[in-house]
T-cell receptor, first 113, second 111 residues
Framework: DAGVIQSPRHEVTEMGQEVTLRCKPI?????LFWYRQTMMRGLELLIY????????DSGMPEDRFSAKMPNASFSTLKIQPSEPRDSAVYFC???????????FGAGTRLSVL | GNSVTQMEGPVTLSEEAFLTINCTYT??????LFWYVQYPGEGLQLLLK?????DKGSNKGFEATYRKETTSFHLEKGSVQVSDSAVYFC??????????FGAGTILRVKS
């Protein structure tokens, strides 16, 4: 398997613009997680899905952030409007049922100018 | 709430030196414990894990033992290599597949 695939790898945008990050989990995995990594706050769980249903979105910073999982092979994290403080590396991870191991993608480095 | 505390880095060692990275946790129950490693420009990958007290996780020469009495899960390796240079994250999972990560420890190994 190719692993968790995230796109784009790098995104540079201007404040106020909409940003969409994409994730393709490993086939057959039932759980999908979105994390944000910054120097100040480390790794934070934003939201996670089980069988395409959002289970816990308590880590989503504010209404500007939204995440969807329309099917088992695709998820998006959208920021609208983006702000400079959203600059971070965003990771997607997936996990099969019956195990507590998460498999991470390579991340998307977002810079909001 | 649950939390993980790791020793601050960076940790700088010479090749073949002994490595210890300290990790302690706070949890209401008996979580599973993990070490993840992040190489430059990559996502995190599982290094080892332990699911109950006194379990020892091991992989690639790294070891960590789940110590309930001291709420610790210290990472050790007897002889580090330059290729071990990376960021190491200690983490716990108590319920709902939610991982709580420590701040990460940068390891630099010099040849």
């Amino acid at each position: 398997d190719a692993g968790v695939i995230q796109s784009p790898r790098h995104e540079v945008t201007e404040m106020g613009q909409e940003v969409t990050l994409r994730c393709k989990p490993i086939s057959g995995h039932d759980y999908l997680f979105w994390y944000r990594q910054t120097m100040m706050r480390g790794l934070e769980l934003l939201i996670y899905f089980n069988n395409n249903v959002p289970i816990d979105d308590s880590g989503m910073p504010e209404d500007r952030f939204s995440a969807k999982m329309p099917n088992a092979s695709f998820s998006t994290l959208k920021i609208q409007p983006s702000e400079p403080r959203d600059s971070a590396v965003y990771f997607c991870a997936s996990s099969p049922v019956g195990t507590n191991i998460q498999y991470f993608g390579a991340g998307t480095r977002l810079s909001v100018l | 709430g649950n939390s993980v505390t790791q020793m601050e880095g960076p940790v700088t060692l010479s090749e073949e030196a002994f490595l210890t990275i300290n990790c302690t946790y706070t949890a209401t129950g008996y979580p599973s414990l993990f070490w993840y490693v992040q190489y430059p420009g990559e996502g995190l990958q599982l290094l080892l894990k332990a699911t109950k007290a006194d379990d020892k996780g091991s992989n690639k020469g790294f070891e960590a033992t789940y110590r309930k009495e001291t709420t610790s899960f210290h990472l050790e390796k007897g002889s580090v290599q330059v290729s071990d240079s990376a960021v190491y994250f200690c983490a716990l999972m108590e319920y709902g597949n939610k991982l709580v990560f420590g701040a990460g420890t940068i390891l630099r190994v010099k040849s």
